[in-house]
């Protein structure tokens, strides 16, 4: 500080001026306030800030490049040595591992939901994928591949079980993401018997929570806060309208209207100023702005869905095997089969009956036991339940995601 400005008088309050300097009774400064000098000190602050930011968002840069090269030569190798691009197994070491690094520091969940966007965009600079799902366009199906494959892969939706098979064997997709679980509304593979013609088998399988949202047109300024305005009329399907039940009860004072498919909800919500009723995705997939989440009834519970290819995924080391029996319509012959996996020492984590198109005196059923198909213990339980059972397969071997 030179004399001057050390000999120079204080100068006097002004009456008409706050603490801070400010017109009395003016309003508070932007957050930005000081990077074109007034609030110089927290300008000087917030700017040292930002450029810490962007200097670690070039590193952050730099090293996604490093990797990305590194993907695309470890994609080489997969070619040569004949393997998929999509490594279920490894994928899920790299994400348990990632978890692990951040613990304390970042949202576990949110820093698997990066890596998955990571790892997505390096298969699709290995090899462009086709991903079938079976169901349509925002569904609950369309949630589970998004989580599993990330925006990398090139996405096509098919109602029909027998299109499913057909594809994947014709080599027209690469995987298919399907659900395997009745009791719901949304779309499930029932022609399980297809399997028995087919090389198709499960390679992964994938939990995803089915939440649900309600968003405005893209190009539109969605409300603040999180409450639906009470007059805009919401639109959704059958499936996701009788899931927020509790919601649309307080909407009184608009339509609540039905919609056969999700694109017919978002054409009619954006022609007529209303809102859509929708799974996540929707936002990701389309570009319309969220307004409210978590609307569903029942709070969020995971709904398992199952990727389908032509190839066997190796072990993991907490794996589970699913089965596909056909059992004779005789006393006895469910008990034949627990009697096996008890005898193994096998845990049944899932049994779920099925309809069959093999004959009414059929009963069909899909069995989910702990372990790898390669694993000793399932391997000899399998080849017992072959004897005790009119027709069986093993529909495939995976990474078990809820571990």
Same mark, same amino acid.
């Given at each position: 500080?030179?004399?001057?400005?050390?000999?120079?008088?204080?100068?006097?309050?002004?009456?008409?001026?706050? @603490?801070?300097?400010?017109?009395?009774?003016?309003?508070?400064?932007?957050?930005?306030?000081?990077?074109?000098?007034?609030?110089?000190?927290?300008?000087?602050?917030?700017?040292?800030?930002?450029?810490?930011?962007?200097?670690?968002d070039r590193q952050l840069v730099d090293?996604?490049?490093?990797?990305?090269?590194? %993907?695309?030569?470890?994609?080489?190798?997969?070619?040569? %040595?004949?393997?998929?691009?999509?490594?279920?197994?490894?994928?899920?070491?790299?994400?348990?591992?990632?978890?692990?690094?951040?613990?304390?520091?970042?949202?576990?969940?949110? *820093?698997?939901?990066?890596?998955? @966007? *990571?790892?997505?965009?390096?298969?699709?600079?290995?090899?462009?994928?086709?991903?079938? *799902?079976?169901?349509?366009?925002?569904?609950?199906?369309?949630?589970?591949?998004?989580?599993?494959?990330?925006?990398?892969?090139?996405?096509?939706?098919?109602?029909?079980?027998?299109?499913?098979?057909?594809?994947?064997?014709?080599?027209?997709?690469?995987?298919?993401?399907?659900?395997?679980?009745?009791?719901?509304?949304?779309?499930?593979? @029932?022609?399980?018997?297809?399997?028995?013609?087919?090389?198709a088998e499960v390679f992964a399988e994938?939990?995803?929570?089915?939440?649900?949202?309600?968003?405005?047109?893209?190009?539109?300024?969605?409300?603040?806060?999180?409450?639906?305005?009470?007059?805009?009329?919401?639109?959704?399907?059958?499936?996701?309208?009788?899931?927020?039940?509790?919601?649309?009860?307080?909407?009184? @004072?608009?339509p609540v209207e039905v919609a056969a498919?999700?694109?017919?909800?978002?054409?009619?919500? #954006?022609?007529?100023?209303?809102?859509?009723?929708?799974?996540?995705?929707?936002?990701?997939?389309?570009?319309?702005?969220?307004?409210?989440?978590?609307?569903?009834?029942?709070?969020?519970?995971?709904?398992?869905?199952?990727?389908?290819?032509?190839?066997?995924?190796?072990?993991?080391?907490?794996?589970?095997?699913?089965?596909?029996?056909?059992?004779?319509?005789?006393?006895?012959?469910? $008990?034949?089969?627990? #009697?096996?996996?008890?005898?193994?020492?096998?845990?049944?984590?899932?049994?779920?009956?099925?309809?069959? $198109?093999?004959?009414?005196?059929?009963?069909?059923?899909?069995? #989910?036991?702990?372990?790898?198909?390669?694993?000793?213990?399932? %391997?000899?339980?399998?080849?017992?339940?072959?004897?005790?059972? #009119?027709?069986?397969?093993?529909?495939?071997?995976?990474?078990?995601?809820?571990?």
């Amino acid at each position: 500080m030179t004399k001057d400005e050390h000999d120079r008088p204080e100068a006097e309050p002004d009456p008409a001026k706050d @603490e801070a300097g400010r017109p009395d009774g003016g309003p508070e400064p932007a957050e930005d306030a000081g990077v074109d000098g007034s609030d110089s000190g927290r300008g000087d602050a917030l700017g040292r800030l930002r450029s810490d930011i962007d200097g670690i968002d070039r590193q952050l840069v730099d090293l996604l490049s490093e990797r990305l090269q590194i %993907a695309l030569e470890i994609g080489k190798a997969k070619v040569r %040595a004949g393997h998929s691009f999509f490594d279920p197994v490894r994928e899920r070491r790299v994400l348990d591992k990632v978890r692990g690094l951040a613990g304390h520091r970042y949202p576990p969940d949110r *820093i698997e939901s990066i890596y998955r @966007e *990571i790892i997505s965009a390096s298969r699709t600079a290995q090899a462009g994928e086709m991903v079938l *799902i079976h169901g349509a366009p925002g569904s609950i199906a369309h949630e589970a591949a998004h989580l599993r494959f990330g925006t990398g892969p090139r996405f096509d939706w098919t109602p029909n079980d027998a299109d499913v098979f057909g594809r994947l064997a014709d080599g027209s997709c690469d995987y298919a993401v399907v659900s395997l679980e009745g009791r719901s509304l949304e779309l499930s593979v @029932e022609r399980l018997d297809l399997f028995l013609h087919s090389s198709a088998e499960v390679f992964a399988e994938v939990a995803v929570r089915s939440t649900l949202s309600v968003f405005a047109p893209p190009g539109t300024t969605p409300p603040s806060g999180t409450q639906v305005p009470l007059d805009a009329p919401v639109f959704g399907t059958p499936a996701n309208l009788a899931r927020a039940s509790a919601f649309l009860s307080t909407r009184t @004072e608009a339509p609540v209207e039905v919609a056969a498919t999700l694109g017919d909800a978002l054409r009619a919500a #954006e022609s007529r100023g209303g809102m859509v009723l929708a799974p996540p995705v929707v936002g990701v997939t389309f570009g319309w702005s969220e307004v409210a989440g978590g609307v569903q009834d029942e709070s969020a519970r995971k709904r398992r869905f199952f990727v389908l290819a032509t190839r066997s995924a190796p072990p993991s080391g907490r794996d589970r095997t699913l089965l596909l029996l056909v059992l004779a319509n005789r006393s006895g012959a469910l $008990h034949g089969v627990t #009697e096996v996996l008890v005898e193994s020492g096998l845990n049944l984590s899932w049994m779920e009956p099925k309809s069959s $198109h093999l004959g009414s005196w059929d009963h069909l059923f899909l069995f #989910e036991i702990d372990g790898h198909r390669e694993d000793p213990a399932v %391997a000899r339980a399998v080849e017992r339940l072959a004897r005790r059972t #009119e027709v069986m397969r093993v529909l495939g071997s995976y990474p078990h995601e809820f571990a």
